[in-house]
Nanobody
Framework: QVQLVESGGGLVPAGGSLRLSCASS????????MGWFRQAPGKEREFVAF????????YYADSVKERFTISSDNAKNTVYLQMNSLKPGDTAVYYC?????????????????WGQGTQVTVSS
């Protein structure tokens, strides 16, 4: 069983920055692909970014590329999402997720464990 706890959300003006954290209780954290997803009101959950088990591969949705950075600290069992140049369109609940099977994926259905989410609101 893996528990994920996100933190770091909040209200920020357009152009501002936030760093989200996701702490995992899983003993095999370094063997998971970790992803960030988001869901805005009235919209489906969408992929934001993932980082591979080795940390050597990262991938971003086009909408956040060059603005968001995903990273992980295996010693702390924590994955981060640094969000810069935030836009009102980034407003959503952000979820981290763990994919325990080998391989990388953008599909939410391939992730086995999910956090409770943290709200990010960007004001115009």
């Amino acid at each position: 069983q893996v528990q994920l706890v996100e933190s770091g959300g909040g209200l920020v003006p357009a152009g501002g920055s936030l760093r989200l954290s996701c702490a995992s209780s899983g003993r095999a954290f370094s063997s998971y692909t970790m992803g960030w997803f988001r869901q805005a009101p009235g919209k489906e959950r969408e992929f934001v970014a993932f980082i591979s088990q080795s940390g050597g591969t990262t991938y971003y949705a086009d909408s956040v590329k060059e603005r968001f950075t995903i990273s992980s600290d295996n010693a702390k069992n924590t994955v981060y999402l640094q969000m810069n140049s935030l836009k009102p369109g980034d407003t959503a609940v952000y979820y981290c997720a763990a994919k325990t099977a080998w391989g990388i994926s953008q599909r939410s259905s391939n992730y086995d464990y999910w956090g409770q989410g943290t709200q990010v609101t960007v004001s115009s």
